[in-house]
């Protein structure tokens, strides 16, 4: 991954797909987070979550601004690397978590739709506690102007709430988790692949 985002920041024109792709995939989430939500018995984490990562996908949206390139206001195909595997990335984890939960916990309707929820994000934040820190580490290794500090933090807390939360859901829920991660981790292979594979193709 380090040489991947070594050779991405050294491109304006990569860098930019980049952030575009990451910020799609934060808008994503939110936009997930809101869909499952119970229109009277949503959560006050599930509000600060969903405001946080449309913020975090304002904020990467915004630091493309500080690339030499022309800013996109939208996602066109040609404004991300790796378009369709980052486009179907979460929808197909989220796809995937669901019939899993229903298969093996016969879950349904609202039930189904928050303990995906909660596994699905579960997953995504241990991603994304992985890969921001060694971006912002590659970006202070190249003196950009690009920043992620503050999507790392508020990344942090926002696994430290998800286990609360996990934990609250079943004393089983690590089990039923790794095999969420598990599925993830290939997404996330494919995905990194996509994007190199796209690169040596340029």
């Known amino acids: 991954m380090e040489?991947?985002?070594?050779?991405?920041?050294?491109?304006?024109?990569?860098?930019?797909?980049?952030?575009n792709a990451l910020s799609f995939m934060e808008n994503t989430?939110?936009?997930?987070?809101?869909?499952?939500?119970?229109?009277?018995?949503?959560?006050?984490?599930?509000?600060?979550?969903?405001?946080e990562?449309?913020?975090?996908?304002?904020?990467?949206?915004?630091?493309?601004?500080?690339?030499?390139?022309?800013?996109?206001?939208?996602?066109?195909?040609?404004?991300?690397?790796?378009?369709?595997?980052?486009?179907?990335?979460?929808?197909?984890l989220d796809i995937?978590?669901?019939?899993?939960?229903?298969?093996?916990?016969q879950l349904t309707g609202q039930q189904l739709k928050f303990a995906a929820y909660l596994l699905?994000?579960?997953?995504?934040?241990?991603?994304?506690?992985?890969?921001y820190p060694i971006y912002q580490e590659i970006l202070e290794k190249h003196n950009s102007k690009v920043m992620v500090k503050s999507i790392i933090v508020e990344?942090?807390?926002?696994?430290?709430?998800?286990?609360?939360?996990?934990?609250v859901f079943s004393d089983k829920w690590q089990q039923y988790a790794e095999v969420v991660i598990r599925y993830e981790q290939e997404l996330s292979n494919e995905w990194l692949s996509a994007i190199l594979n796209e690169i040596k193709e340029q």
């Open 96 to 105: 995937f978590c669901a019939r899993y939960l229903k298969k093996e916990l």
């Open 29 to 51: 989430g939110a936009r997930k987070i809101s869909a499952c939500e119970d229109p009277y018995r949503v959560t006050f984490l599930q509000l600060k979550h969903a405001a």
């Open 120 to 131: 699905v994000t579960y997953a995504i934040e241990l991603r994304a506690d992985l890969l």
């Open 53 to 92: 990562e449309h913020r975090h996908a304002y904020y990467l949206k915004k630091q493309i601004k500080k690339l030499s390139v022309a800013f996109k206001e939208d996602y066109s195909i040609d404004s991300l690397l790796a378009a369709n595997h980052t486009r179907q990335y979460l929808q197909r």
């Open 155 to 167: 990344e942090q807390g926002h696994l430290e709430e998800m286990i609360a939360q996990l934990n």
């Open 3 to 19: 040489q991947l985002l070594n050779t991405i920041v050294q491109s304006d024109q990569l860098h930019s797909k980049w952030l």
